[in-house]
């Protein structure tokens, strides 16, 4: 069964000193580039919001287009990565999911690629992961979520284990790393 990494919005905003920073997102970086050398394909999501969009409502501005914030965490070995693809481009709409973005259509590229099992790893799992992995299984994917290689924004706290349980709870399947 042929199987893609799903690398969600690992970006300097979402990393400590970043506009939208994630506790201990940068941690994360090591466990992923050390498990990509076991998939058949590598797809990343980047954040990618105009300078004024509705979501910066809710939002501190983060990730706008073409900045230093957007830009993968320096140390991501993101020249591995077979499809690169942006989302919230618009000035209507969060984009949260991946399988929203704009640049390319995911669920074609996965069909194209006759991937079945997709693993979602990245930033943030309260958000943008778990947008993005409840996606996959509507797909039809199999779906696992890389508990070890997520970081939340926790907003409130506990926003990390109630995505948990909701991904599950929709189908996606919990891996660690090392089980892959
Ligand atoms: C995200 C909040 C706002 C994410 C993006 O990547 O999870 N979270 N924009
Ligand atoms: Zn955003």
């Known amino acids: 069964m042929k199987k893609a990494l799903l690398i969600v919005d690992v970006q300097n905003d979402f990393c ?19 498990i990509m050398d076991k998939f058949d394909l590598i797809i990343s999501s980047q ?32 020249n591995k990565i077979d499809l690169k693809l942006l989302k919230g481009t618009g ?15 995911l669920t074609g590229f996965l069909h194209e690629n006759n991937i079945e099992s997709l693993y979602v790893c990245g930033l943030a799992t309260d958000y943008c992961v778990k947008a993005s992995a409840i996606d996959a299984v509507e797909q039809g994917f199999h779906t696992y979520v890389i508990t070890d290689a997520i970081g939340a924004v926790n907003a409130q706290p506990g926003d990390d284990e109630k995505a948990i349980h909701e991904m599950y709870s929709k189908g996606c399947l919990l891996i660690e790393s090392e089980e892959i």
């Open 16 to 34: 400590p000193g970043g506009a939208l920073a994630v506790k201990d997102g940068d941690k994360i970086v090591s466990v992923i580039n050390g």
């Open 47 to 78: 954040d990618w919001h105009p300078q004024e969009t509705v979501h910066f409502e809710k939002w501190p501005i983060h990730c706008v287009a073409g900045t230093a914030g957007a830009e993968f965490h320096p140390d991501l070995e993101n």
């Open 91 to 105: 000035n209507k709409d969060d984009g949260y999911s991946a399988f929203e973005a704009t640049s390319a259509s």
